[in-house]
């Protein structure tokens, strides 16, 4: 029997984190939407002054996914919450327990350090996805639509 293991992930693994993260963005049909360099995930991720962690998924110590995840804050409800960035599985790897075995380690540290929520973004056609989350007890925020500001936009209207 594998046995899949999440551990801290630490800077060297930032090469790794980052082919994780273009193949995440393949996946999401946005190949050329990265522009992350190792450089950037080591300063960004493992900086002493940093709010982001990450940690490693690995099958018989062979690294197959990832997650990013940061805490945010509800002031409705007064505390902190654990807010997940990514998560990915290599397709080779998934169905067997890792991305299951990652929300759980997610959903411990949450409860481990009081916060009031743990929430995460899933894009709607990503079907397979939107049934596993379902299926661990997590509902969707249909109320609630995201906006962003990025790139020439963000600067533009910051007066940059």
Same mark, same amino acid.
């Given at each position: 029997?594998?046995?899949?293991?999440?551990?801290?992930?630490?800077v060297e693994d930032s090469a790794v984190i980052l082919e994780f993260i273009r193949e995440l963005a393949v996946f999401e049909k946005e190949p050329d939407a990265v522009t992350a360099t190792i450089t950037d995930i080591e300063r960004n991720l493992f900086d002493e002054h940093t709010t982001t962690e990450a940690i490693i998924?690995? !099958?018989?110590?062979?690294?197959?996914?990832?997650?990013?995840? %940061?805490? $945010?804050?509800?002031?409705?409800?007064?505390?902190?919450? !654990?807010?997940?960035?990514?998560?990915?599985?290599?397709?080779? %790897?998934? $169905?067997?327990g890792a991305g299951r075995k990652i929300i759980k380690y997610?959903?411990?540290?949450?409860?481990d350090t009081d916060c009031g929520r743990f929430e995460w973004s899933v894009l709607d056609w990503n079907e397979s996805a939107i049934r596993f989350y379902e299926s661990i007890g997590a509902e969707p925020l249909s109320e609630w639509t995201t906006y962003r500001l990025a790139g020439s936009r963000l600067k533009a209207f910051a007066g940059k």
């Open positions: 029997m594998s046995d899949v293991q999440i551990r801290a992930a630490q998924c690995c !099958l018989d110590g062979r690294p197959i996914g990832f997650a990013v995840y %940061f805490l $945010n804050f509800s002031t409705w409800l007064g505390k902190n919450g !654990l807010y997940l960035e990514d998560l990915y599985i290599t397709p080779e %790897f998934r $169905n067997c997610l959903a411990k540290k949450a409860v």
